[in-house]
């Protein structure tokens, strides 16, 4: 529906011109100093700054950033086991689930243990990559994640959007109960080494929450409001 305008007769005020232009400079002086004076606010959530100082909603960014809501898909990361071997056995279901194909592995055996297998190679452009989160519902070790809270940094290259396995096995490690190389042991992973990972190991969990990761001091939300209270 459109808005209805008021089409009434112009005032002896308004038709002199001056006054209605001196009135608008000083509305745009008031909200300029008022911004310029109390604009840079720091809370990161801009709907709960003190709108009475200023009505200024931006962020000066890369100085000030917003944490982003939890169910944000971050850059990928390869989940460590505690051992800090990635929890990734090479079974290629990221790769070929992923519909810009921008991940390529090769996979290779562990030479101490003759059955685990473990990506020699894993590449992901992220560049090519639409952040679907495909590759992190197709994996069935809870391998990849996208819960790293971080969007991809700027670069000057393309080879540096490129991440390998060595930039992508990061954070903190997780073990679940029903981990294959927990319940059978590994001729990889020491006996004592393997007993503080059974201590460790979660049950592996049956829905998936904002909290994906559940893993304890790792979590979005606990980063957003850790910001939200400096
Ligand atoms: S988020 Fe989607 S596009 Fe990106 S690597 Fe995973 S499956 Fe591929
Ligand atoms: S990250 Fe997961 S889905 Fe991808 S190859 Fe490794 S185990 Fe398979």
Same mark, same amino acid.
């Given at each position: 529906?459109?808005?209805q305008?008021p089409?009434?007769?112009?005032?002896?005020?308004?038709?002199?011109?001056?006054?209605?232009?001196?009135?608008?400079?000083?509305?745009?002086?008031?909200?300029?100093?008022?911004?310029?004076?109390?604009?840079?606010?720091?809370?990161?959530?801009?709907?709960?700054?003190?709108? !009475?100082? !200023?009505?200024?909603?931006?962020i000066?960014?890369?100085?000030?950033?917003?944490?982003?809501?939890?169910?944000?898909?971050?850059?990928?990361?390869?989940?460590?086991?505690?051992?800090?071997?990635?929890?990734?056995? /090479?079974? #290629?279901? +990221?790769?070929?689930?992923?519909?810009?194909? +921008?991940?390529?592995?090769? /996979?290779?055996?562990?030479?101490?243990?003759?059955?685990?297998? #473990?990506?020699?190679?894993?590449?992901?452009?992220?560049?090519?990559?639409?952040? +679907?989160?495909?590759c992190?519902?197709? +994996?069935?070790?809870?391998?990849?994640?996208?819960?790293?809270?971080?969007?991809a940094?700027?670069?000057?290259?393309? /080879?540096?959007?490129?991440?390998?396995?060595?930039?992508?096995?990061?954070?903190?490690?997780? !073990?679940y109960?029903?981990?294959?190389?927990?319940?059978?042991?590994?001729?990889?992973?020491?006996?004592?080494?393997?007993?503080?990972?059974?201590?460790?190991?979660?049950?592996?969990?049956?829905?998936?929450?904002?909290?994906?990761?559940?893993?304890?001091?790792?979590?979005?939300?606990?980063?957003a409001?850790?910001?939200?209270?400096?």
């Amino acid at each position: 529906m459109p808005y209805q305008l008021p089409d009434s007769e112009l005032n002896l005020r308004e038709r002199l011109y001056f006054p209605e232009v001196i009135q608008g400079v000083g509305i745009i002086m008031k909200q300029f100093l008022r911004n310029f004076f109390f604009g840079r606010q720091k809370d990161p959530d801009v709907l709960a700054r003190d709108r !009475s100082l !200023s009505q200024n909603a931006t962020i000066a960014y890369p100085e000030e950033r917003v944490p982003y809501p939890p169910a944000y898909r971050g850059l990928h990361r390869l989940v460590p086991r505690e051992d800090g071997r990635p929890r990734c056995v /090479a079974c #290629y279901m +990221c790769a070929t689930i992923c519909p810009a194909q +921008c991940i390529y592995i090769e /996979a290779g055996e562990y030479p101490d243990d003759p059955i685990e297998k #473990y990506p020699v190679k894993f590449v992901i452009d992220e560049l090519r990559c639409v952040v +679907c989160g495909f590759c992190v519902e197709a +994996c069935p070790k809870d391998a990849i994640r996208m819960d790293t809270g971080e969007h991809a940094p700027p670069s000057y290259t393309r /080879a540096a959007q490129v991440w390998d396995e060595k930039r992508l096995l990061r954070g903190p490690p997780v !073990s679940y109960q029903n981990d294959p190389w927990l319940r059978r042991g590994s001729p990889s992973i020491s006996p004592e080494k393997l007993q503080e990972m059974r201590a460790r190991a979660k049950p592996f969990p049956l829905n998936a929450t904002d909290e994906y990761a559940q893993t304890p001091g790792f979590s979005v939300r606990a980063l957003a409001s850790e910001a939200k209270g400096k």
